[in-house]
């Protein structure tokens, strides 16, 4: 069975500082993996995903994140933190059918 | 283009009603699946069809049912509702088989549900 975990269900930074998001996964099978954010009362948006190929994915609005298999991890960074970041977001591993993690919420201190 | 929408955005319903909740896909999108969301929680996944057919069901029980239409469109109903069906009712569509899994599920806003 597919699940993910992610730890720290609040997050707090600064503006400018560094973002990490960690989320572990458990698998039987090589992972198809994603990164999800949900702004207050909007459905949820595809930040990147990790399915072949290159284990450092980039995405939008700046993040990334960095698929490990020996560490059964796949955090999401950004370098900077922005106001607009906010938001709850959402780690999800899938085999057809996506499991979600229980989220994250990300707070931005300006 | 239009994306993924939700009717009704918003309703509360009483113990023991029915409710149906319609979902619209992505133009060219023939998959659709269905999450419950309840608040403070990650999505919960229901249901997927892909070309009218069922290709998966999550562990919910039997009151909860859904269908995909000729158009790719689809409605999830909820008989017998209890308290804890409150939640935020996600859909979303993706292009095709090959997608399931593997490729991006573009979400709708929802329907948020509350059951008084």
């Known amino acids: 069975a597919q699940s993910v975990t992610q730890l720290g269900s609040h997050v707090s930074v600064s503006e400018g500082a560094l973002v990490l998001l960690r989320c572990n996964y458990s698998?039987?099978?090589?992972?198809?993996l994603f990164w999800y954010v949900q702004y207050p009362n909007q459905g949820l948006q595809l930040l990147l995903k990790?399915?072949?190929?290159?284990?450092l994915v980039k995405g939008i609005n700046g993040f990334e994140a960095e698929f490990k298999k020996s560490e059964t991890s796949f955090h999401l960074t950004k370098p900077s933190a922005h106001m607009s970041d906010a938001a709850e977001y959402f780690c999800?591993?899938?085999?057809?059918?996506?499991?979600f993690g229980t989220g994250t919420s990300l707070t931005v201190i300006p | 283009d239009a994306g993924v929408t939700q009717s009704p955005t918003h309703l509360i319903k009483t113990r023991g009603q029915h409710v149906t909740l319609r979902c619209s896909p992505i133009?060219?999108?023939?998959?659709v699946s269905w999450y419950q969301q309840v608040l403070g929680q990650g999505p919960q996944f229901i249901f997927q069809y892909y070309e009218k057919e069922e290709r998966g069901r999550g562990n919910f029980p039997d009151r909860f049912s859904a269908r995909q239409f000729p158009n790719y469109s689809s409605e999830l109903n909820v008989n017998a509702l209890l308290l804890g069906d409150s939640a935020l009712y996600l859909c979303?569509?993706?292009?095709?088989?090959?997608?399931?899994?593997?490729?991006?599920?573009?979400f709708g806003e929802g329907s948020r549900l509350t059951v008084l």
């Open positions: 999800a591993v899938s085999d057809l059918q996506f499991y």
């Open positions: 990790y399915t072949t190929g290159a284990t």
């Open positions: 979303a569509s993706s292009a095709g088989l090959a997608d399931l899994g593997t490729g991006e599920l573009f």
């Open positions: 698998s039987s099978v090589p992972p198809y």
């Open positions: 133009s060219g999108h023939k998959s």
